[in-house]
Every structure is written in structure tokens, then in C-alpha cells.
């Protein structure tokens, strides 16, 4: 296997960091339609460009070859603390005034979640969910990593923020790829669509065997924006996935509104993670 070399991250983690504040604002609770309308309008110009991007390839095709690629799971063996280490040489250089670690980050939202007495198996997913943003450090860019997340192969919804850019989607021009359904059965289940491909994906996969549904379900549909905060493909939803959705809703402020929390000590939380972590994983996986 190639040895992936750490590298900087250029604009990469700025338009990640960028991504993120908009999000955080955009889904506010209590926006009306013409106030996303009018956020919208006002997004930087990287992020609109951002969204560009990820609206023109993220096909059907793109997809599959992506989930074939990565679920084969052969990037090597780690410990999900050696993962969080990979990640934390994805170093910003645009940013000479950030003090925060990629660990830090995640930490942020795990300590939320624990401050506010939640399970032990949640906590965890807040320290992992990100960790699907290696796909960074493999030389994915950043619209295959990041951002809001759809299913390909049915109609796109004018939920998803920048609807706008999938006219330039090959997709689009599919009219079998754009009805209701497309690709799928009424109420298949979030289980069987191909969502877009990121962190999202990539982390549910990995962590697949060893964390209970109500996790993966977090970590697979943290980034499905346009279904758990605005109500769109419920015609996809099965009655199991309607049973999880409220875990979904109820991790989604921890993932959103933890980034300005105090920083954390790593040095000093460490054992409690490495605890929690053996509880819950082998000492290494595959990813």
C-alpha cells in the first residue's frame, strides 16, 4: 500500500472551517424560506463556489466508484486514537491564528456531549464523527469530504442549500435519475440510497461493526442537512429510520455549536478517551 504523506492544507481546512460557520448559521433554529434565500445569497464566494463544485460531481457515477473504492476498507490498520493523529497533520496554513488541533476539534463536541450527561457510546461518536475527513490526507478534495450530503440517483430536493448548481450535474439531464423515487422504492430506507460522498460515509462504514445503530445513524446523516432539518425525502424513510431520527436531531447541535467551547486538554483527557474508545473498538481496524 502507498504510504500517504502528511500534508498542508492550503485553503482546504479554511474552506472547511468557511463550510462550517455557514452551515452553523444557515440552519439556526426558526429561519423562514426567504430568510435561507437571503443567507444564502450573502455565502462567501468560496463557499458558494465550494457548493458549486460539489453540485456538478457528485453523480451516480462518482458515488459508486467512491464506495467501492472505500468500503473495501484497505487503507491500512489503526486505532481510532492513531486516526485522530493522522488527522492532525492536516494543518492549516492559511490560517496562521488558529490554535486549535484537528483533536481538539473533536473534543469540542465530545466533551459538550458529555457535560450534558449523554451515554457513553454517544460521547464517543462525538470524538469520531469527524474522522472520516482523512479522505483529505488520501487526496480526495474538499467537496468529496465535506458538505451537505444527498442521495444521488432520485430528483434533487430545492431543500439542499444551492439547488441551483445541479443544472450543471450530468445527472440532471437524466430523466430517469430525476424523478421522486429515481433509483429507489417508496420508503426503501436511508439504508439503501448512495448519499454523496464524504466523512459522513466513509466514518459509518468504518465504524459499521462496533457502535450501536443510534451512533452509526449520527455519524452516516450528520451532514444530511436538507432531510433532518428540513423534512425533505421523508418518502424515502422507512418506519426504522423514522425510530432514529430523533438521535440524528438530537446529536446535531453538538455537532454544530461546539466549536466555539473552551479548549480542551488533551493531555489531561486523553486517558478517559483511550478508555472509552477500548470499550468500544478493538486496538486497531481496518479503514
Same mark, same amino acid.
Request: aromatic residues 14%; charged residues 25%; hydrophobic residues 35%.
Given at each position: 500500500?502507498?504510504?500517504v ?35 444564502d445569497?450573502a455565502?462567501?464566494p ?10 456538478? @460531481?457528485?453523480?451516480?457515477?462518482f ?7 472505500y ?11 492513531e486516526?485522530?493523529?493522522y ?7 492559511s ?16 466533551? +459538550?456531549?458529555?457535560?450534558d450527561?449523554?451515554?457513553?457510546w454517544?460521547?464517543?461518536t ?8 482523512v ?26 442549500v444551492?439547488?441551483e448548481? @445541479? ?7 437524466s ?15 436511508l ?19 462496533y457502535?450501536?445503530?443510534? +451512533? ?7 451532514s444530511?442537512? +436538507? ?23 438530537? @446529536? ?28 468500544? @473498538? ?6
Open positions: 500500500m502507498a504510504t504523506v502528511p500534508k498542508a492544507a492550503s485553503d482546504g481546512l479554511a474552506i472547511e472551517d468557511s463550510w462550517g460557520d455557514f452551515v452553523a448559521g444557515r440552519y439556526r433554529e426558526g429561519k423562514s424560506e426567504a430568510e435561507f434565500r437571503v443567507y445569497a455565502a462567501q468560496g463557499v458558494a463556489e465550494f457548493y458549486r463544485q460539489n453540485h456538478q @460531481f457528485q453523480t451516480l457515477e458515488v459508486l466508484a467512491k464506495e467501492k473504492e468500503f473495501a476498507l484497505n487503507k491500512g490498520k489503526k486505532s481510532i486514537w486516526a485522530a493523529e488527522l492532525n497533520t492536516l494543518v492549516d496554513e490560517d496562521p491564528d488558529t490554535d486549535l488541533s484537528q483533536i481538539e476539534h473533536l473534543m469540542q463536541t465530545s466533551e +459538550a456531549i458529555r457535560r450527561g449523554h451515554p457513553r454517544m460521547q464517543l462525538g470524538f469520531v464523527h469527524d474522522l472520516g475527513k479522505l483529505c490526507l488520501y487526496g480526495e478534495p474538499q467537496w468529496a469530504v465535506v458538505g451537505d450530503t444527498f442521495p444521488v440517483g432520485c430528483a434533487y430536493s430545492d431543500k439542499i444551492f439547488p448548481y @445541479f443544472a450543471a450535474n450530468p445527472d440532471s439531464k430523466p430517469e435519475l430525476q424523478t421522486k423515487y429515481g433509483i429507489y422504492e417508496p420508503n426503501c430506507g439504508q439503501n440510497l448512495h448519499m454523496s460522498w464524504g466523512h459522513d460515509a466513509y466514518i459509518g462504514h468504518v465504524a459499521r461493526n457502535l450501536p445503530d443510534e +451512533a452509526l445513524y449520527m455519524l452516516r446523516y450528520h444530511f442537512y +436538507a432531510w433532518h432539518q428540513q423534512g425533505a425525502y421523508e418518502h424515502l424513510m422507512s418506519d426504522y429510520d423514522k425510530s432514529m431520527f430523533p438521535w440524528v436531531k438530537k @446529536f446535531n447541535p453538538y455537532d454544530l455549536y461546539s466549536k466555539g467551547a473552551a479548549k480542551p486538554n488533551v493531555k489531561e483527557l486523553r486517558p478517559y478517551y483511550e478508555d472509552l474508545i477500548a470499550e468500544f @473498538f478493538p486496538a486497531k481496524i481496518d479503514w
